[in-house]
Every structure is written in structure tokens, then in C-alpha cells.
């Protein structure tokens, strides 16, 4: 299926998640928007960005579908104005799949990039994928958790630490925007300290164990967590690359 073939029920969402649709191709979207409400989704679709931001800012939704080539604004300033605001994990649908657009897509905000032509199946794997990971954290304080679930990342500048069980990272008495993909990303380095985890391994472990994505997705992720947590992300000292492996963190 191509996002216009017939509607196939896969695996019905048990507790309604609301999902936002921004497609300006009339039978892509009206089938994306068919399939997942079967799923149990509760959906709202735009071909418009600026129709989009407006429904999500008013209503907020819990995931969101987002092409790239729009009419008007397009779908990467699109995801930026929506990162301004949420976490919400975002997944873009795109005939273009050059590297620097999927780079560009990630870099702006995106958590996972599907090309067009597409499974529908495919995109509801992806969307499964994105509701298993942490809730996103307001931005007020909250107490530390246990013991056991804080890592301390870097005693040296903040202290930078990572509460697991509040799902948030702090330096200092401050808190560190990241994302849903970031903390997760994050979260599992941490639980593998100072081993070197492969990208195919962190695939597995961030986006889901059977999960079929493009590799680059981790490399774009990590570049954004070092901008968050390194004191200098052009020589990182903490997620450090261990070449023709994969990557390392190293609390200091």
C-alpha cells in the first residue's frame, strides 16, 4: 500500500491518542487519516502549516504525520514552530529522500523520516514505536527521583543530571530542554556507560527492536544531544564516537 490503497485495520490504540495529519495530497491524507482512525486515533488533518499550528496550539495533540513540500509554509519551518512550543514526537512523510533533506527534517526537529512511497503499515509501526517512549516532562522543577534512577552525567558543569524516574535532565537547579527522542537516546547511553553501543543497537533500543529506519537518524540525534549536554559540542568529551563502531558515553 502507498498511502491511498484500501484501509487495513493493524493493531487498535487502546487509550485515544490524538494525531496530527498535515498533507496537501488529498488521497494520501484521507487514507492516512482512515487507517489510523480504525487504529483507535483520534484524527485531525490539515494541508495548510498555518491551519495546522493553529488547531495544535489550541487543541495539543500527542503525535503528528508532517509532509514537507506545502503550499505556503513549508513542512520544515513548520516543525521548527512547533518545536518552539512541544516535544510532541513528530514523524514526516516525504517523497524527497536525498540525505540533506532528511538531515534538514531531523535537524529542525523530527523524530523519524518515512519516504514516499509508503506502507501505511510501516507508518503505523513508526507511530507504535514513538507511544512506547517517555511522557514529555512539563518544564516546572520536580523532586529527584530515587537513587537508583538518577545518573549523574557530568559532576563537573552543573551538576548535569539525568532523572529517569521524573523523565528529565538538569544542570544545576536548571532544567535541559530535550525531546522525547533525546531523553531516550540518553537514557539509554547512560544505562550502557562507558560501552560502545552501535548505531543499528541504538536503532533498536531509542526507535523500537525490529525497527527497519535509516541509520543517519541516529547520527543527526546524537549531534543535537551534544549541543545539550557538551560544554563544547565540536570536541565532545561526554558522547564521545568511537570510529567504525558506534558511540560512548562517559560521565565526568
Not at 12 to 24: F, G, K, P, Q
Request: hydrophobic residues 40%; glycine residues 8%; proline residues 4%.
Amino acid at each position: 500500500m502507498d498511502g491511498r490503497g484500501a484501509v487495513r485495520h493493524w493493531h487498535h490504540v487502546d487509550v485515544a491518542i490524538s494525531l496530527l495529519v498535515l498533507e496537501d495530497d488529498d488521497g494520501i491524507r484521507e487514507s492516512l487519516a482512515m487507517a489510523l482512525e480504525s487504529e483507535g486515533y483520534t484524527v485531525t488533518s490539515h494541508e495548510s502549516a498555518e491551519d495546522a499550528l493553529g488547531d495544535a496550539a489550541t487543541t495539543g495533540v500527542d503525535l503528528m504525520l508532517v509532509d514537507l513540500m506545502l503550499g505556503g509554509m513549508d513542512g520544515f519551518e513548520f516543525i521548527r514552530q512547533v518545536r518552539r512550543r512541544t516535544d510532541v514526537p513528530i514523524i514526516v512523510l516525504s517523497a524527497r529522500s536525498d540525505t540533506h533533506d532528511i538531515v534538514a527534517a531531523l535537524e529542525a526537529g523530527a523524530d523519524d523520516y518515512v519516504t514516499k512511497p509508503f506502507e501505511i503499515k510501516e507508518v503505523g509501526a513508526r507511530l507504535r514505536a514513538l507511544r512506547r517512549r517517555p511522557p514529555v516532562r512539563p518544564v516546572e522543577p520536580e523532586p529527584l527521583g530515587d537513587d537508583a534512577d538518577v545518573v549523574v552525567v557530568d559532576s563537573q558543569h552543573g551538576p548535569l543530571v539525568l532523572d529517569i524516574g521524573a523523565g528529565v535532565l538538569r544542570r544545576g537547579e536548571s532544567q535541559v530542554h530535550l525531546t522525547v527522542t533525546e531523553f531516550r537516546l540518553l537514557r539509554e547511553m547512560s544505562d550502557a556507560t562507558g560501552r560502545v553501543l552501535s548505531r543499528r543497537s541504538l536503532l533498536e533500543r531509542v526507535w523500537d527492536r525490529g525497527y527497519f529506519g535509516d541509520e543517519r537518524i541516529v547520527d543527526v540525534h546524537v549531534r543535537r544531544l551534544r549541543t545539550k549536554i557538551e560544554t563544547d559540542p565540536g570536541e565532545p568529551r561526554l558522547l564521545v564516537t568511537v570510529r567504525g563502531l558506534g558511540y560512548r558515553l562517559d560521565t565526568a
